[in-house]
């Protein structure tokens, strides 16, 4: 059985994101996934640090300072190699919840 | 991240805190950026983004407990604050210090003793497959078991033991190296001793088997350490020189190791000598002898073999001996234990050691159960503040680890205290020679840290659980709706009731067993001995090292005797003196068989009693104190040529003629008929314990024993006397080692065992009885000082004074009742156990229980006397302003 939770998805997103985009600060990634998801999905500030945070002492994100386009300083974040390894197990198990809910949901 | 980064981490928690104050600062000014650029004004823009933001603090905590490099340092963080709290009631810190170190000190100085004594083997190889020969039935002391000749036979006929060794523990003499002469005690053995133990010498060489070649042929010596140091001053030159033991040389062929001692754990040899070569230091040969109970004997079992086949094995032997040596060989069944605790003393000494542990433990137990019960009473003061932290985002798993951390920190003080203070007496025991020149060697190895450690944290989780699990199940609103007022909490202070309960419970239990020992301390004390030490001196004179003037042979040492005994009774102040071949509870005493007179085959079956056969001069029983109840005493008139006579002991009258009178009839000891002369009251000759035994006292001319014991009655201070026999005597035999010592002294071991356990028992339940009046004033202290109001609010109604004193301490004393009667049951179902540490325990006895529940009665009377005080001086008026 796929192992997922609320916290799993949350890191699926954010590692998700920072593959597509390459490097980004925290406010762009709730930007990214508030956008791209049609305003469906709102990430919490008060869940998103903390999940950085967690995910950086794991080794699947790396982080650095660097300027914003306005000339402002921010701490942007990048997918590491293991993140990578992280996002393809994330996602396969992403799916296979899918899966099941919707055989779930469909039986009549 | 590495170790490494997160241990410097554990410093850059500023660091760490500004950067994620930086980066949420970052997000919200991006955020405020973007709402402008949509048109909004900036301060529209930043209360939006402050609005989703949230609390920045709750958030920025959140983040940094993601950070695991900082999990450390929030351990950090509980201590110092853990040591705010600490700070700010030293009171309450330094009690349950105190509580703890009392607790825990306890338990590991007797764990260090119990390591020392049970758990760590004896200094040689393969202790385990090491046995002792015992004979089948019971009994106290007597290492000796066996004659030279049946040890030989034994070890030539088992077929179960890879080697057996003989040891006479008992060999002594004058030590002559130089100029200098020093008093030894020591081991005669086979000359297989050392390579059957498999232990290897610290200088030079051992002894061997290959080394002997008849009697005296192997005149070496291997010297213990502990000599070495203190006589030869660690000179290594000493290897191959000679020295004079009893004025016979003996060349000193090697030293042993520093952790040699020996099979025995309490007495350390001070020398080793071949066995062979024991006629010339104790003037008799045993070798040839198989009346003389001699050796102890020692074997290692051939590996496979169980001891009970062993012992099978060789009781098969011990019977085919009794068949062809009735005379002298009775045909006991053996049994083995293990050598190193005094023979069968070891199972009493391991009963008493494992005991005292239980105790200890129940010590540490009270301990606990008080802190947990003064930690729950803080954790109820605290409630309201540990609510306000839960409800303003505190997880309760911190809560908890803060209060866990609380506990640990003060059970590691405490432990450090206890541990400290252990060492320091267990190294101070270490250095105590007891009176009995025993020794008892107990080293804080790794295994003593180890048992503080975890002493320290079982403690720690025991009585840090309670408030901890108290504040788990704590629900805020509750808590702080109704403040400090709990009386809807009744399980919780059903809880803290059990545990006062309980320690009190423990502590009567402790208090009856130090009672139980005091009472047979005193038994034993004023048990009969048949004899008074009080006032009386004993001189050891070994006269068979004076070259002698006069008659050579035994007619001259009786001379001498003579002579010496005249001399000490003219010293002014003597009441009495005699001489005696072995002063009563000395050890090592055997059974001689007596005949009825008429008898012709004097083998072991047909001899009637097997007495105890003392030799002694005229004037001994006077010297002695012990009265004569018919006849006479013995005279110098009885010599070898006139009739043999003797004086026997009550129980020797009556087991032999029954209710006729003793005096005038006759029997057979050592082949001689003899007639009684007088009879003396009866007395204690082995042990403290033992039953009635009979006794035979033949006189000193009639017997060519020689070993001779000066017992001498004065009024004159001890010391005083000292010098005063020594100059007598110095007269008659000039140069000769004399040794005066006072009689009760030499009997303080007989009575250390019964001694060590008062002191312990005394200690548990002292310490026991301190930790009850704590945990009773705390309870009913707090109890006081949080319903203040309410007294204050029924005295202004009108209540009387017995009534507010019943509703501030009744309960405590109530718990006191309960408690000390569940303690007092727990002490007569634990008769078992005390039966281990005091002989004939009886906690039943009605001074015990008078003792035990007037001490505890005293105990909660001073512990409430306070509180009650306190209580009954309510002041309505004033309290009701207060608030």
């Given amino acids: ?108 | 991240m590495g170790l490494w980064q997160r241990l410097t981490n554990l410093r850059r928690r500023e660091r760490v805190d500004a950067e994620i104050a930086a980066e949420l600062e970052a997000h919200i000014a991006l955020a405020v950026e973007d709402a402008m650029r949509a048109g909004m004004s900036e301060a529209d823009a930043r209360r939006s983004a402050r609005l989703r933001f949230g609390n920045p603090v709750a958030l920025r905590e959140k983040t940094m407990g993601a950070d695991a490099a900082l999990v450390l340092d929030g351990v950090w963080r509980d201590v110092k604050f853990a040591l705010r709290q600490m700070k700010k009631s030293p009171g309450f810190a330094l009690t349950a210090v105190i509580t703890l170190a009392l607790g825990i000190g306890a338990n590991v100085a007797v764990f260090g003793v119990v390591n020392a004594v049970l758990l760590s083997p004896l200094a040689v190889r393969d202790p385990q497959s090491l046995y002792q020969l015992r004979h089948k039935a019971w009994a106290k002391g007597r290492l000796l078991t066996h004659s030279y000749p049946a040890f030989e036979d034994f070890q030539r006929r088992n077929t179960t033991f890879s080697g057996m060794t003989a040891i006479d523990a008992y060999s002594n003499g004058a030590l002559r190296w130089g100029n200098a002469v020093t008093e030894v005690h020591g081991d005669e053995v086979t000359g297989n001793y050392f390579d059957l133990l498999g232990v290897e010498p610290g200088l030079g060489q051992f002894f061997h088997a290959a080394d002997e070649h008849g009697p005296n042929s192997v005149p070496y010596v291997v010297l213990s350490d502990e000599l070495w140091r203190s006589a030869f001053h660690a000179d290594r030159g000493v290897v191959g020189t000679t020295v004079e033991l009893n004025r016979h040389p003996f060349t000193v062929v090697g030293v042993a190791s520093p952790q040699f001692h020996g099979t025995e754990r309490f007495v350390w040899p001070d020398y080793w000598i071949p066995m062979l070569n024991e006629e010339q230091t104790t003037g008799v040969d045993y070798l040839h002898a198989r009346a003389s109970i001699a050796v102890t004997v020692i074997g290692r079992l051939k590996p496979g073999v169980t001891p009970s086949q062993a012992a099978e094995n060789l009781s098969a032997i011990s019977a085919e001996l009794n068949k062809e040596y009735p005379l002298t060989d009775d045909g006991q069944p053996l049994r083995l234990v293990h050598p190193g605790l005094w023979g069968d003393d070891g199972a009493v000494i391991r009963g008493f050691l494992w005991s005292v542990t239980v105790l200890a433990l129940l010590v540490l137990a009270a301990a606990c159960a008080n802190l947990a019960g003064l930690f729950a009473a803080r954790a109820a003061d605290r409630s309201r503040e540990l609510a306000l932290r839960v409800a303003l985002g505190s997880s309760r798993r911190r809560l908890v680890r803060q209060l866990l951390t609380e506990a640990a920190l003060l059970a590691v003080l405490g432990g450090a205290v206890g541990l400290g203070s252990a060492a320091l007496l267990l190294v101070a025991l270490n250095r105590w020679h007891p009176a009995f020149g025993g020794h008892v060697a107990v080293s804080v190895d790794a295994r003593v840290y180890l048992a503080g450690l975890a002493f320290t944290l079982a403690s720690a989780l025991l009585f840090g659980m309670v408030p901890a699990r108290q504040a788990w199940q704590n629900s805020p609103l509750h808590a702080m709706k109704s403040g400090s007022v709990e009386s809807p909490h009744l399980r919780r202070f059903a809880l803290r009731d059990l545990l006062l309960g309980a320690q009190i419970a423990i502590c009567t239990l402790l208090v009856t067993a130090s009672l139980v020992a005091v009472r047979g301390m005193e038994r034993m004390l004023r048990a009969p001995l048949g004899f008074e030490p009080q006032g009386a001196m004993l001189v050891e004179l070994d006269l068979s090292q004076v070259e002698l003037a006069g008659p050579q042979g035994a007619d001259g040492a009786l001379v001498q005797e003579k002579a010496a005994l005249e001399a000490v009774r003219s010293i002014p102040g003597v009441t009495a003196a005699g001489t005696v071949s072995r002063t009563p509870m000395t050890g090592g005493m055997h059974g001689v068989p007596v005949f009825r007179p008429g008898t012709v085959e004097f083998t072991l079956d047909h001899s009637v009693l097997a007495p105890y056969v003392f030799t002694m001069s005229p004037g001994y029983l006077e010297a002695a104190g012990t009265r004569l109840l018919s006849g006479r005493d013995v005279a110098w008139t009885d010599t070898a040529q006139t009739p043999a006579v003797a004086v026997v002991n009550e129980s020797f009258a009556k087991k032999m003629w029954g209710r006729q009178p003793a005096v005038g009839q006759r029997f057979i000891v050592s082949g001689r008929l003899t007639e009684v002369v007088g009879v003396a009251q009866d007395g204690k000759y082995h042990d403290m314990e033992e039953s009635p035994q009979p006794v035979v006292y033949v006189p000193l001319p009639q017997d060519e024993q020689s070993e001779a014991i000066f017992v001498v009655r004065s009024q004159r201070a001890g010391n005083e006397m000292a010098v005063a026999l020594e100059r007598a005597l110095s007269g008659i035999a000039p140069n000769v080692p004399i040794s005066v010592e006072s009689w009760p002294d030499t009997l303080a071991s007989e009575l250390f065992p019964a001694r060590a356990a008062t002191v312990a028992l005394g200690v548990m339940g002292l310490l026991a009885a301190m930790l009850a009046v704590t945990g009773i004033f705390g309870m009913a202290a707090y109890g006081v000082s949080k319903r203040m109001k309410e007294l204050g609010i029924r005295v202004a109604l009108g209540a009387r004074r017995m009534q507010v004193l019943g509703s501030a301490v009744g309960r405590p004393i109530m718990l006191l009742g309960v408690g000390s009667m569940l303690g007092l049951a727990c002490g007569v179902f634990a008769s078992r156990l005390l039966g281990h540490i005091v002989y004939q325990a009886n906690p039943r006895d009605p001074l015990v229980v008078g003792g035990a529940i007037a001490t505890m009665a005293l105990l909660g009377m001073a512990a409430t006397l306070i509180p009650a005080r306190r209580a009954l001086r309510v002041d309505p008026s004033q309290l009701m302003r207060e608030e």
Avoid: C
């Fill in chain 1, 1 to 108: 059985m796929a192992k997922n939770d609320l916290q799993g998805t949350l890191d699926l997103l954010v590692l998700k994101t920072l593959a597509q985009m390459g490097r980004l600060h925290g406010y762009g990634i709730v930007q990214h996934i508030q956008r791209v998801s049609d305003e469906l999905l709102r990430v919490e500030e008060g869940s998103l640090y903390p999940a950085l945070h967690r995910m950086e002492q794991s080794g699947w994100i790396g982080s650095e300072w660097a300027l914003t386009e306005t000339g402002r300083k921010a701490k942007y974040y990048r997918l590491t190699a293991t993140g990578r390894r992280r996002l393809d197990e994330a996602e396969r198990d992403f799916e296979e919840l899918v899966k099941g809910v919707r055989a779930v949901l469909r039986y009549a």
